[in-house]
């Protein structure tokens, strides 16, 4: 049986831009996808920290340096540019893997310069 785990997070990015006449998707910041792993076309988790609303999409590079948090098509319509959101993809463990495994995480400001990165790890203490 295979279990849906976090593999990386971008905890508290600034929405940059919204796009309503595109066809979907997010746009990240390449140089942010490769310091957690985010994947082009990967399957992300959207969470507004100002609305509460969560969404699925999936991730296209945007330029390197640029520091883009784009929400595009339907999405422009659950974001405000300055919202404050959580990115997350997830990986498909076997339960034996989930104990070794450690998903990568990145906490931005508010302009999405990275303030804290650390590898996850499962401890007792939480």
Do not use: W
Request: glycine letters at 6%.
């Amino acid at each position: 049986m295979l279990l849906q785990i976090l593999k990386a997070k971008l905890h508290m990015a600034a929405v940059t831009e919204t796009e309503l006449h595109y066809h979907g998707s997010v746009t990240i910041d390449r140089d942010l996808m490769d310091e957690i792993g985010f994947l082009p076309y990967e399957k992300v988790m959207i969470s507004n920290c100002e609305s509460g609303i969560r969404a699925e999409s999936y991730i296209i590079p945007g330029a390197r340096g640029s520091k883009v948090i784009k929400m595009n098509g339907a999405l422009a319509h659950l974001a405000s540019v300055h919202d404050r959101v959580i990115l997350m993809t997830f990986a498909s463990l076997e339960p034996e893997e989930v104990e070794s495994f450690e998903p990568q995480v990145a906490i931005l400001d508010e302009h999405n310069n990275i303030i804290d990165r650390f590898s996850g790890q499962v401890t007792d203490e939480g």
